[in-house]
């Protein structure tokens, strides 16, 4: 059974920093994405990033690019996401999630998530 927990939501103030993890078992990083997905109030849900479990390759939302980094130990199946420079709008619950290799990576086509973190940005 596939397993994700996320940790490390809070609440900051705007300009600050905060950093998630992902926690996974029952599955081998090598043949997925694993990222994050987020979804504030009365949004739809949109991807944060996501990196390569097989090669390490990053891709990122382009408002979260440069402000956002992911990254993984794979044989600890974690997954970290370095959130710096925070804003307002990006208050949502962040959601750990897997896509299958070659699938289109949007929050529909995630193959397993879990439960998620919430994090509030104070202006």
């Known amino acids: 059974e596939v397993q994700l927990q996320a940790s490390g939501g809070g609440t900051v103030q705007a300009g600050g920093s905060l950093r998630l993890t992902c926690a996974a078992s029952?599955?081998?990083?090598?043949?997925?994405?694993i990222g994050w997905f987020r979804q504030a109030p009365g949004k739809e849900r949109e991807v944060v990033g996501t990196?390569?479990?097989?090669?390490?390759?990053?891709y990122y939302t382009d408002s979260m690019r440069g402000r956002f980094t992911i990254s993984s130990v794979n044989d600890k199946n974690l997954v970290y996401l370095q959130m710096n420079n925070l804003k307002p709008e990006d208050t949502a619950v962040y959601y750990c999630?897997?896509?299958?290799?070659?699938?289109?990576?949007?929050?529909?086509?995630?193959?397993?998530w879990g439960k998620g973190t919430q994090v509030t940005v104070s202006s």
């Open positions: 990196i390569s479990g097989r090669d390490g390759s990053t």
């Open positions: 999630a897997i896509w299958e290799s070659g699938t289109y990576l949007t929050p529909q086509a995630a193959r397993y």
């Open positions: 029952g599955i081998i990083f090598d043949a997925y994405h």
